[in-house]
């Protein structure tokens, strides 16, 4: 038997009813499962049954992370470097921007933990993998200079409000991990706005760490111009060397974890595909409208897809499959609007330069809605057997 | 011949596909009448133990119509009584006697089926144990014999994806299966016959009786999905089905005026292809599936079936067993495994770019787990249903919404609780809701 095993079976009691820690339970299961995946008999029809489960589920959602998550690391690092007036080489930023990202992500899955564990032990249900995947998006929404207690804070509100009180993973109506994000956005807007994206111990002076969003154009000059002269060219927002959360800032990373989701039939593409559509579509119809050459509405469908967290958003928030909405028709509508509103909000209001956090918690609210209307609508088309 | 295109359901490349060749199973010792198959029945015990029994005689009938009798598939003596929980009738054992006696009825020459009343018929099939092969949908109860379908399903292929090849049965069977299309014709005006693509070329002169083909992607050759996607309106929700080798039945009943006691099952495990077995009704498990570890289980059905004890008997609604593997041990870091030979709708393992067959067992593989509103369920059901709003809407005693959504176009071909990724018993909870609606509007 392997050795592994046997510490877990000799183990095991102290876990169980009665035992020692009992209450920790779901906690020594997680661990368990995680090496020894369970596999109980069926004992109903079918009796067969696919290898897929909420494990290896949220895992690829993981897997898809791991691109975004490195790239924030070495940029985080990069960007500290050319704030201090110096350019890192590869190791030497990606290990500065370990220093920042890594206790970040310790402390989000930490407390995450924490919570998960006390309601599992509570309610005497396991542990859900889906936390994994929150306690991991959470922290690349946040920016590098974040206090660690507001990250402790903002996941414990996420997970305990945006999850719990409504029964856990599988029953909340928002994205915890955007819950956590707006509880600190909007408790702690000085930590999440203005010129706090680069993380720098001795920045030169005039550095702004501003994002390119928070960018406007000089009276009669163009957003295009201004944002390329001030450093966000396109090339340098899609492929993501720009100051910003820890996870948005490359575009490229966030396709590519898209792709892999899409292609692994993890994440809905309808979402994904609807909300670059709905974002297209808008920045496209704003771009139309005369006047308004300086601000954001003219800055067209490419620079509002590379800039911001709008891919992150879309990729890995909005594919949330639980806060989205479970017809397929209403996942269109869902990217789409998700799109619409994120452009809306970016060039409209002013009080707020990044709309897509706003955009899907929004849309969150309606999804049900959009699956009420679809479904009525299918459910019209059918014949009719009671 | 009309194709019947069906865009949802799932075709696991599975191993252990029998062979097309057939042979005679010896005569058991012993043989059975299980009431375990037999959907909704109330048995009432018609024999006791030690009662001499002839091939024909009726063991039990249901009380809800005690007119539906079950009878003796052999001549002896009833050696036992095996009662379930609640003292729910399980099986009844013949112990086999020699010679066979058949009980007899009078033979229905072919040319005089046409004379007799419509009413005589329906009496002689249920005092000769057969009316009951006639299902009727919704819930595919036994046919209420004073209801004119719209429609009468024939499937030619049974319930598993391994179940017999028609073509062998209906090369044999030819005659009977033709007066039982005939006899069929007096019930409904509309009998549809239905095929597997890759059973059509073995199926010989009865070929021609087919009107839909339907593709080899499970479960279009179920009747509940071949309904769902011919019925035009409601009336033909209470369409009734039969399957091929139960009509070949009816028809040899009439013709001979004895209890047809043959049967063509199939044993399947991976990596064999054992030949088709032409067995009696209610063989023993025991002597139909050979060899077997301790371990693995025996199903009558993959996706629709139940599990079979290794002591019970072969019921009347089924002619296939399958041996499905148990693993041994618990994978380690199986979560994340490249997964090379692993069966999977989605394509998160690689198996997804092999071809060959794939490593199937009678495990969950995962725990279960809140759903995540993935629509997996959606994807694969070939009705076209949401299971997984359905399930909501159970959970919650929203019967009318679970009704509205399609509850009662739901086949049971078990397709949404294999793909769930949360392990929910979808199929479970969609059929018990339907049961229970079911039972309650009776």
Same mark, same amino acid.
């Given at each position: ?386 | ?24 199973? =010896?005569?058991?010792? &012993?043989?059975? /009448?299980?009431?375990? #198959?037999?959907?909704?029945?109330? $048995?009432?015990? +018609? ?101 004119? =379908?719209?429609?009468? &399903?024939?499937? /030619?292929?049974?319930? #598993?994806?391994?179940?017999?090849? $028609?073509?062998? +049965? ?273």
């Amino acid at each position: 038997m392997n050795p592994l095993k046997k510490i877990f079976d000799e183990n095991e009691r102290h876990f169980a009813a009665s035992g020692k820690f009992e209450k920790l339970s779901p906690l020594f299961d997680a661990i368990k499962t995680v090496f020894f995946h369970p596999s109980p008999k069926t004992v109903v029809m079918p009796f067969i049954r696919d290898h897929l489960d909420l494990k290896r589920y949220m895992t690829f959602v993981l897997i898809a992370l791991m691109p975004v998550l490195f790239f924030g690391m070495y940029n985080t690092g990069f960007q500290s470097g050319l704030a201090a007036g110096k350019t890192f080489g590869m190791g030497k930023s990606f290990l500065v921007g370990a220093g920042y990202v890594l206790p970040i992500l310790l402390v989000s899955y930490g407390v995450g933990l924490f919570w998960e564990i006390l309601f599992a032990s509570v309610r005497k249900h396991k542990i859900s993998e889906g936390f994994l995947v929150t306690g991991m998006l959470f922290p690349l929404t946040l920016p590098a200079t974040i206090p660690l207690w507001q990250v402790a804070l903002g996941i414990s509100f996420g997970v305990v409000i945006g999850k719990e009180v409504f029964g856990g993973t599988g029953r909340n109506i928002l994205n915890p991990a955007l819950t956590a994000r707006a509880f600190v956005f909007f408790s702690y807007p000085v930590t999440l706005s203005g010129n706090v994206w680069v993380a720098a111990k001795d920045a030169v002076d005039g550095f702004s760490g501003a994002t390119a969003l928070a960018i406007t154009g000089i009276e009669g000059e163009s957003i295009t111009r201004v944002l390329s002269s001030s450093g966000f060219s396109l090339s340098d927002l899609f492929l993501g060397f720009v100051p910003g959360s820890i996870g948005e800032t490359s575009a490229l990373c966030c396709l590519l974890g898209a792709l892999f989701l899409m292609v692994t039939g993890i994440a809905n593409y309808r979402i994904i595909l609807g909300g670059i559509a709905g974002l297209a579509v808008t920045a496209i119809l704003f771009y139309l409208i005369p006047g308004g050459q300086e601000s954001w509405a003219n800055a067209g469908p490419l620079y509002h897809l590379c800039a911001g967290g709008f891919l992150f958003g879309i990729c890995f928030m909005a594919t949330d499959p639980v806060s989205a909405p479970g017809t397929h028709t209403g996942r269109w509508a869902f990217g789409f609007l998700i799109g619409f509103l994120t452009v809306t909000i970016r060039v409209v209001n002013p009080a707020f330069v990044e709309g897509t956090m706003l955009a899907i918690l929004f849309m969150n609210v309606f999804a049900p809605l959009l699956d009420h209307l679809v479904i009525k609508y299918k459910t019209s088309k059918r014949i009719p057997n009671v | 011949m009309e194709k019947i295109k069906i865009s949802k359901g799932f075709t696991p490349r599975l191993a252990g596909m029998p062979d097309t060749s057939f042979i005679k199973a =010896p005569t058991p010792r &012993i043989v059975g /009448l299980s009431a375990m #198959d037999i959907p909704y029945i109330r $048995p009432k015990l +018609l024999v006791k133990e030690n009662d001499p029994v002839l091939t024909g005689t009726p063991l039990f009938c249901d009380k809800r119509d005690t007119s539906i009798q079950y009878v003796s598939p052999g001549t002896g003596r009833v050696e036992k009584i095996w009662f379930g929980n609640r003292r729910r009738l399980q099986e009844v054992v013949i112990a086999l006697d020699t010679p066979e006696t058949f009980i007899q009825f009078d033979p229905v020459p072919k040319s005089d089926l046409k004379n007799i009343s419509k009413q005589d018929l329906i009496l002689r099939l249920k005092q000769g144990g057969l009316w009951q092969s006639l299902r009727q949908f919704p819930a595919k109860d036994t046919a209420d014999s004073s209801h004119t =379908p719209a429609m009468i &399903i024939i499937s /030619l292929n049974g319930n #598993d994806f391994f179940s017999p090849h $028609p073509g062998i +049965l209906m090369n044999r069977e030819k005659e009977a299966f033709e007066f039982g299309l005939d006899l069929l014709k007096r019930f409904s005006h509309r009998i549809i016959v239905t095929a597997r693509q890759s059973s059509l070329d073995l199926l010989g002169p009865v070929k021609a009786h087919i009107t839909h083909q339907v593709p080899d992607t499970y479960p279009a050759w179920d009747p509940g999905v071949v309904l769902f996607h011919l019925k035009k309106s409601s009336e033909e929700n209470t369409a009734w089905s039969i399957t091929a080798d139960h009509l070949v039945m009816m028809g040899k009943f009439l013709l001979t005026g004895q209890y047809p006691i043959e049967k063509m099952v199939t044993i399947t495990k991976k990596g064999e292809k054992k030949p088709h077995l032409l067995a009696r009704q209610g063989a023993p498990i025991k002597t139909l599936v050979g060899s077997f570890h301790s371990n693995d289980m025996i199903t009558t059905g993959q996706f629709n079936g139940r599990i079979a004890d290794l002591e019970s008997h072969l019921g009347f609604f089924e002619n296939t067993l399958n041996i499905i593997d148990t693993p041994g041990e618990e994978e380690v870091f199986g979560f994340i495994r490249p997964g090379i030979d692993k069966t999977s709708v989605s394509r998160a393992f690689l198996s997804s770019f092999s071809k060959g067959p794939k490593q199937v067992d009678c495990t969950l593989h995962g725990e279960e787990r809140a759903c995540i509103n993935c629509s997996y369920c959606e994807n694969i059901c070939p009705n076209g249903l949401m299971p997984n709003f359905i399930m909501k809407a159970l959970h919650s005693d929203e019967i009318e919404t679970a009704l509205e959504y399609g509850l009662l176009d739901c086949c049971r071909c078990g397709l949404c609780s294999y793909t769930c990724p949360s392990k929910i018993e979808l199929t479970k909870i969609l059929s018990d809701g339907m049961d229970s609606y079911y039972k309650d509007k009776a």
